[in-house]
């Protein structure tokens, strides 16, 4: 028996109403809620053109034009719980479509206007949230043209970025909200159009889909990257904003900027989820990049981050200042700065707790962050 | 703080507010004028059922935009429902944005007289 598993939800009214699914071999299918029962809930599902199902989400297909789509083609009823978490068992019917009991009334639409930019109509079509960076180095002056380690750069960085922005929002959340998430990859982003035309132009996409309402947790990321960029042409507004987000977020936002200052390239960025109704976008001109770096370069210990460990000392070398605490979440190794705390008396075997500062640092050539934990007071358990 | 249903820990989410002014939020009923049961959440309709999102399933579908709704009656299992408004005050609970712009989940407190609260009952 052919089964469908959920992909994304397209309409929740308590509950999902509307969504997209997948059978085995990456068939595509749209399903409808059609009944609400106590313990089960019965869909509607059809198998679609995948090409009709993006001008459904695009909004320019209405819901029963797409299931009728193909008058000939079989339709299905299926059990399944209320968050489609479990594959739906088919049950092909033999009636036409015209004896469908179930078909949703004309007119219903994802979008009831057009999208009014570029990165929101992807965002829709892909159904999923879409982020279009543009750059312009020199060589993308006269052509549509961007040096191989231009590009590799903007890439590492946009996404260093958000990776630190990400841990920047789920620091705001309460711990319960945390666990309720699923947090696994949820800062990637993959390329989807790696040159798009225009001054240079990278279109991406969040590597995880949406959850069960359409929302993305990529955003809360992007949302606090529009913070650092919502006032560049003021940069004591921005160092405001920057000194507001101390920590690894703030040095990932200030290599950005030192990459664009080398590569004498202004940045240009818009985001959309499928359900915006317009895109956010922001802008940094070339000529704003170094007043801002200048303005941060003055502020100390802009990068750090301080964090507390606790567990038995494996190593230490005093004479290096180096050493090696086994906490629950593994084995973590630092040093200390000259006019740190000494090791002195330290025991191997004994328990501490390490209050450290976290520094990142970005590997020159391959862009990777190198991170060195730095002892700035210690005490026993 | 008692809520219209028991709620799970950490439910409503911290970025769900309580009201700061008044708002209109539109919810699809099955009578006019409704009754009580139109404002039951996914689990007091379900008690047996299975839901991933406890929280989200204890809150109730409502929409900013009167159009939504109506868009909404569209689909098979809300057809012949009807959109009406609600007043929410400070006093009515928790609303949060999820999923469409227009689309908010609802966490009403106990103390919040829902049908006194109709403002107006789409024609």
């Known amino acids: 028996m052919n089964t469908v598993r959920h992909h994304a939800t397209l309409f929740y009214y308590d509950g999902p109403q509307v969504f997209e699914g997948r059978d085995a071999i990456g068939g595509h299918y749209v399903g409808l809620l059609v009944d609400s029962g106590a313990s089960a809930n019965r869909y509607l599902l059809a198998g679609v053109a995948p090409e009709r199902l993006r001008e459904f989400r695009l909004g320019s297909l209405d819901l029963r034009a797409l299931l009728m789509s193909n008058p000939d083609s079989p339709w299905f009823l299926a059990n399944g719980d209320a968050d489609l978490a479990q594959p739906l068992k088919l049950e092909s019917q033999s009636s036409p479509w015209a004896d469908c009991p179930y078909l949703p009334d004309a007119g219903f639409v994802l979008h009831d206007a057009p999208a009014s930019s570029a990165s929101l109509q992807e965002a829709r079509a892909r159904n999923n949230l879409v982020l279009e960076l543009a750059v312009e180095p020199p060589e993308a002056a006269t052509e549509h043209r961007i040096r191989a380690r231009t590009l590799a750069g903007l890439l590492t960085h946009t996404q260093t970025l958000l990776k630190h922005a990400y841990g920047a929002a789920l620091r705001e959340l309460s711990i319960d909200t945390r666990k309720s998430l699923d947090r696994t990859d949820a800062h990637l982003m993959d390329v989807i159009i790696p040159a798009a035309p225009g001054s240079f132009r990278v279109v991406l996409e969040a590597a995880k889909g949406p959850d069960m309402l359409g929302q993305n947790e990529l955003a809360r990321a992007l949302t606090i990257v529009d913070e650092l960029f919502a006032s560049t042409s003021s940069p004591s507004d921005t160092v405001t904003r920057v000194k507001n987000r101390r920590g690894h977020l703030a040095a990932a936002y200030v290599r950005l900027l030192k990459f664009l200052a080398v590569n004498r390239s202004g940045l240009r960025y818009s985001w959309a989820e499928p359900s915006f109704a317009v895109e956010r976008h922001h802008a940094l001109a070339d000529k704003e990049t170094q007043p801002i770096i200048d303005a941060l370069s003055g502020i100390a210990n802009l990068g750090s981050e301080s964090l507390q460990l606790t567990g038995e000392l494996d190593k230490v070398d005093r004479q290096n200042g180096s050493w090696r605490l086994l906490t629950a979440d593994g084995a973590e190794a630092g040093k200390t700065k000259e006019n740190g705390p000494s090791l002195e008396g330290l025991k191997i075997g004994s328990s501490y707790r390490f209050t450290c500062e976290e520094d990142i640092q970005e590997h020159e050539s391959s862009g990777r962050e190198v991170r060195t934990l730095y002892l700035t007071a210690h005490e026993p358990l | ?123």
């Open chain 2, 1 to 123: 703080m008692s809520f219209r249903e028991p709620l799970p820990e950490g439910c409503p989410p911290a970025d769900a507010p309580i009201l700061a002014s008044e708002v209109m939020v539109y919810r699809l009923v099955r009578t006019l004028p409704p009754t009580e049961e139109d404002f039951r959440s996914q689990r007091a309709e379900n008690p047996e059922k299975y839901f991933s999102n406890e929280c989200l399933a204890r809150g109730l579908s409502v929409h900013a935009l009167r159009r939504d709704s109506e868009m909404a009656t569209k689909l098979p299992n809300l057809k012949g429902r009807q959109p009406c408004a609600v007043r929410l005050s400070p006093a009515s609970g928790h609303l949060k944005q999820t999923g469409k712009p227009s689309h908010h989940t609802w966490w009403p407190l106990a103390s919040f007289d829902i049908l006194g609260s109709i403002s107006e009952v789409a024609a």
